[in-house]
């Protein structure tokens, strides 16, 4: 490790674009296959690792739905969270805010509270075991109509308490965020924050969408808008928070290298970029090694650095007071490693 990996792993930052489902490691994979007597089309978790080479999104989304196929239980749910935040908690990661498909389970037949109540189970043990906070977000899949969106809104309803917001995931290209304008307005009549993946592989008029029709509060990813500089300027005039994930963009073949990843280039035009993992299992890498790469492959230095782990906390959802004191962290964590 370089004195600029250890000086990573410790700044304190906050996860805000992570797949929950996709923080399925091989391993855990094969032990929840055991477990419910479910069949899959891998012989070792070395034959699982290989599969993972994708030339698109939707290479990457067909093994990741036929990955998630293994989670059956409340149990199940509680040991893929409680093995994501030991990870995350070993990264100086301190505040979490998970995305999680109901849909991608629910249509299998599984009950939305046990996928819930295993989530929030872990939640809570990650508080007491790592001092960790964690928020819940709930993403419906574009791909599946409008009205299924609806559906899985009614079914949340007992737990809307610990809902803290709505997110919008899968095949972009072709499922615009127009398409869920109506259910992100439900939504946010229920006192709900607004999330959606736009500009991944989507052009730039699906983040105008984003932010005109559905009124997000944050934009996932968000690279493509960088080919609209009317659009740049007003991301970074509104201060909108775009969770950047460099090593699912490399994976993703959103950009061709990390030599030429964009992270520092956002930070430069005053977007509030983040580095998050969004599916750590399938892309190589947890936060720390998001951050790490993306660091050597662009050179960054520790003010780039810093910034980044400032915007984690500005950009989250958490409180403001807790916010300041997140804030206050990083700098006494800064000075005392200047
Ligand atoms: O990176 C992603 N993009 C879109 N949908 C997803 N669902 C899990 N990961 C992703
Ligand atoms: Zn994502």
Redesign the pocket.
């Given at each position: 490790m370089t004195d600029l990996d250890t000086f990573i792993t410790g700044l304190p930052k906050a996860e805000l674009h992570l797949?929950i489902?996709?923080s399925l490691e091989p391993e855990l994979m094969f032990e929840l296959a055991g477990r419910n007597g479910v069949e899959i089309p891998f012989a070792s978790v070395e034959e699982v690792r290989a599969a993972y080479a994708f030339s698109n999104?939707q290479d990457?989304?067909d093994i990741?739905y036929a990955g998630a196929n293994v989670l059956r239980t409340r149990q199940d749910f509680h040991d893929l969270a409680a093995a994501y935040f030991a990870r995350a908690a070993a990264d100086g990661v301190v505040h979490a805010e998970i995305m999680f498909?109901p849909q991608t389970h629910t249509d299998r037949g599984i009950a939305f509270a046990e996928v819930i109540e295993g989530l929030l189970s872990a939640m809570a043990e990650a508080e007491a075991k790592h001092g960790m906070t964690s928020k819940l977000i709930l993403?419906f899949l574009r791909h599946l109509p409008e009205e299924a969106a609806f559906e899985v809104l009614a079914m949340a309803e007992p737990w809307l308490d610990r809902i803290e917001a709505v997110g919008l995931?899968?095949?972009?290209v072709g499922h615009p965020p127009v398409k869920f304008a109506q259910v992100f307005e439900a939504a946010r009549a229920k006192g709900l924050k607004l999330t959606a993946?736009a500009g991944?592989e989507g052009p730039p008029e699906y983040v105008y969408q984003a932010l005109d029709v559905l009124h997000v509060d944050r934009i996932?990813?968000g690279n493509r808008a960088l080919e609209a500089p009317v659009l740049v300027d007003r991301l970074a005039e509104m201060g909108m928070t775009l969770t950047v994930?460099p090593l699912?963009n490399l994976k993703?073949c959103v950009v061709d290298d990390l030599a030429n990843h964009p992270i520092d280039r956002m930070l430069a035009l005053g977007l509030k970029a983040t580095v998050n993992s969004?599916?750590p299992a399938y892309f190589g890498g947890y936060i720390g090694d998001n951050f790490k790469a993306v660091a050597k492959a662009r050179g960054l230095d520790r003010e780039e650095i810093v910034q980044l782990a400032r915007n984690s906390f500005t950009g989250s959802f958490l409180p403001p007071d807790a916010i300041a004191t997140h804030l206050e962290k990083i700098e006494t964590y800064v000075a005392a490693h200047a």
């Open positions: 797949h489902e996709g999104l990457f989304l990741y498909d993403s995931d899968s095949s972009e993946h991944e996932d990813h994930c699912s993703l969004d599916d």
